[in-house]
T-cell receptor, first 115, second 114 residues
Framework: AQTVTQSQPEMSVQEAETVTLSCTYD???????LFWYKQPPSRQMILVIR??????QNATENRFSVNFQKAAKSFSLKISDSQLGDAAMYFC????????????FGKGTKLSVKP | EPEVTQTPSHQVTQMGQEVILRCVPI?????FYWYRQILGQKVEFLVS????????KSEIFDDQFSVERPDGSNFTLKIRSTKLEDSAMYFC????????????FGSGTRLTVV
């Protein structure tokens, strides 16, 4: 069965600094998709970034980038120039690639940003 | 930017009562989902819906749960006889291409069963 593990329940970063959130997953599939979602206090789930497993190039979205290590089954999120608005729960999620496949979420990492 | 709309934002119901949670997915999306998040826990998949039928469901989605797309715009989740453990945040999501590109989630309905 596929699983997603986020080993850091909480992280803290100083404003303008860089922070990396960890995620590992377990799968026997070769083609799949990985995501990071942000959940601010409003509780809405917001897609931050997406990675296709067959692409070796790491995805980047403005200040957000990933370090995708397929062999190690690792998918970390790096937030550069952290802003107060980045404070939220961050969930790593896996989809095995089926068009109707569901997302499997990790337990989340609560990120605090200190001014 | 198009949004997935969920109503109500918060519902309180008595144990044993039926509840219907409503969602309006993005209009050109074809795949629809319900997820739930018990407070402080991970987000869990309930059901996916495509072409007017359930395509996949989890163990959580037992006979107490049902989904419907009654009029081509709304997508509803019904819980027939609520239990205390059904208290959670329920998220509706929709997608154009299914799981490939991630989903757009709604803001959620907080269900409290008393």
């Amino acid at each position: 069965a596929q699983t997603v593990t986020q080993s850091q329940p909480e992280m803290s970063v100083q404003e303008a600094e860089t922070v990396t959130l960890s995620c590992t997953y377990d799968t026997s599939e070769s083609d799949y998709y990985l995501f990071w979602y942000k959940q601010p206090p409003s509780r809405q789930m917001i897609l931050v970034i997406r990675q296709e497993a067959y692409k070796q190039q790491n995805a980047t979205e403005n200040r957000f980038s990933v370090n995708f290590q397929k062999a190690a089954k690792s998918f970390s999120l790096k937030i550069s120039d952290s802003q107060l608005g980045d404070a939220a729960m961050y969930f790593c999620a896996y989809n095995y690639g089926g068009s109707q496949g569901n997302l499997i979420f990790g337990k989340g990492t609560k990120l605090s940003v200190k001014p | 930017e198009p949004e997935v709309t969920q109503t109500p934002s918060h519902q309180v119901t008595q144990m044993g009562q039926e509840v219907i949670l409503r969602c309006v997915p993005i209009s050109n999306h074809l795949y629809f989902y319900w997820y739930r998040q018990i407070l402080g826990q991970k987000v869990e998949f309930l059901v996916s819906f495509y072409n007017n039928e359930i395509s996949e469901k989890s163990e959580i989605f037992d006979d107490q749960f049902s989904v419907e797309r009654p009029d081509g715009s709304n997508f509803t989740l019904k819980i027939r006889s609520t239990k205390l453990e059904d208290s959670a945040m329920y998220f509706c999501a929709s997608s154009v291409w299914g799981g490939y590109y991630g989903y757009t989630f709604g803001s959620g309905t907080r269900l409290t069963v008393v």
